[in-house]
């Protein structure tokens, strides 16, 4: 075989490769590479002495940052679900992606990350709420072959919710996506009144929602501190990238040596750590505090650098868990140390 042919062979062959990648392919792929951007970011914000500064998105609460500190939160934290899972419809939708995605993709825009939570409404419950009834039957309903209501509202809510997580990527953003957060505590539905062998098979089900409708995301299992799980029965480690731990209370936030069974779960299984949620004031209640309003937010700084120094950074809550309920707001979100808006930038975002 002459030289010259073996070129046209490989031309065709190239030219042929070339037209058989379809706009669908394509896409794919920009996602995949946009997926990878963040985690290496993430990573490498890890590896830093930095970390991200973030809040749970309440319009008032940031406008009201924005006034104590000049800044904004590096992630927002959304959620996708119509009252917190914790209330009756009244024949609403029970996800509502419609109406945050804009702001989302606006802050993403704008040099930031974004982060997803859904409390699910109970699949159990006909009209929602529930949030905290626990499963009958161990959620044997949501596992059968058969059919059920209970099984289409919950397969109805993870394709919604899919659904809202592809027109982020369509919009070209990779969302954190954190589902049945705090599993290893037992105040939610999912949570470990369930059997570790159940809440691996709704996770799976909330993974392959997301995987069938073509979505990207980087997955995070956001746990609770000082409670044991089950590594080896539980949700698939193969199917997260993030590990997290949710730290609320006074004590807790200045000794953040509770979350140090999680930070070293994350380093075992090769997974990037942070802290998913902080509020330090009581999860319940906080405003009856001795101590609301007190807390100094430099002192995060030092907790984390003694503590989980490996940490991307942290996510407060909203209302009274927020950086702008705390003392030396200011100081904090000025701090060399921490990421805020605009600053949330990388190669391949």
């Not at 062979?9 to 392919?25: D, F, G, K, N, R």
Request: charged fraction near 25%; charge should be positive; proline fraction near 5%.
């Amino acid at each position: 075989m002459t030289r010259r042919l073996l070129c046209a062979l490989l031309a065709a062959v190239l030219c042929a490769a070339a037209y058989s990648q379809t706009p669908e392919s394509a896409h794919a792929a920009k996602l995949d590479a946009k997926r990878a951007s963040l985690l290496r970011y993430l990573k490498s914000v890890a590896d830093s002495d930095r970390y991200l500064s973030g809040q749970r998105w309440s319009k008032s609460d940031w406008d009201e940052i924005k006034a104590q500190t000049g800044k904004l939160p590096a992630i927002m934290c959304v959620e996708y679900c119509a009252y917190e899972g914790n209330q009756k419809l009244n024949g609403g939708k029970a996800i509502q992606w419609r109406e945050i995605n804009p702001v989302a993709n606006k802050h993403w825009n704008a040099g930031g990350l974004v982060r997803i939570t859904c409390h699910f409404p109970n699949p159990y419950m006909e009209d929602g709420g529930g949030l905290r009834t626990r499963l009958g039957d161990g959620g044997e309903k949501l596992f059968s072959a058969e059919s059920s209501p209970e099984k289409t509202r919950w397969l109805g809510m993870l394709a919604e919710v899919a659904n809202g997580v592809k027109d982020l990527n369509k919009r070209g953003v990779v969302p954190i996506f954190g589902p049945m957060h705090e599993m290893n505590g037992g105040w939610f539905w999912w949570g470990s009144t369930l059997s570790p062998a159940a809440q691996r098979k709704l996770w799976d089900q909330i993974y392959s929602a997301l995987e069938k409708n073509g979505c990207r995301a980087v997955w995070l299992n956001a746990l609770s501190p000082q409670i044991p799980i089950d590594e080896k029965n539980g949700p698939d480690f193969g199917k997260m990238d993030v590990i997290g731990c949710d730290v609320y209370g006074f004590k807790s936030a200045n000794n953040l040596g509770a979350v140090k069974d999680k930070a070293e779960i994350a380093e075992r299984r090769g997974k990037i750590f942070t802290l998913s949620e902080f509020g330090a004031y009581s999860a319940h209640n906080p405003q009856d505090d001795r101590e609301f309003g007190t807390y100094d937010l430099t002192e995060l700084i030092r907790q984390m650098d003694a503590h989980c120094p490996r940490a991307y950074g942290a996510v407060f809550w909203a209302g009274p868990w927020g950086i702008h309920r705390s003392k030396n707001a200011k100081e904090f979100m000025n701090d060399k140390k921490i990421i805020t808006l605009p600053d949330a930038t990388y190669e391949g975002k």
